[in-house]
């Protein structure tokens, strides 16, 4: 015995229509299905100071104006290098410093 096809499937996707918010209840007609759509955007920026004189006072300027804006500090690496010399002795020394945010317990 055969079974013959309910009707149901391409024809059906035909009847689906995409319009814009404002528009979207003129259109359509209210059903109890509601589609709600979230878009992510990621946005990287690298920024990049011309190393004088001034190059720290800058990266600390920009740091200070993106926080006013409201960016949130995820990780910033700091690196401290320093050359002591003394008679017959020369120590290069060099610091590497990570601030991060670690997840809670």
Not at 3 to 23: P, V
Not at 48 to 68: C, G, P, W
Not at 72 to 81: A, D, G, H, M, S
């Amino acid at each position: 015995m055969e079974k013959k096809s309910s009707g149901r499937g391409l024809e059906e996707i035909s009847n689906i229509f995409l319009s814009t918010e404002e528009n979207a209840n003129e259109n359509s007609p209210q059903t109890e299905d509601q589609c709600e759509i979230q878009e992510t955007v990621t946005v990287r920026k690298k920024l990049a100071f011309y190393n004088d004189e001034n190059v720290q006072k800058n990266m600390t300027r920009s740091l200070s104006k993106h926080i006013e804006k409201g960016y949130n500090i995820r990780r910033i690496y700091l690196q401290k290098n320093e050359d002591i010399s003394t008679p017959g002795n020369k120590i290069h020394r060099k610091e590497n410093v990570i601030i991060s945010i670690k997840s809670s317990i």
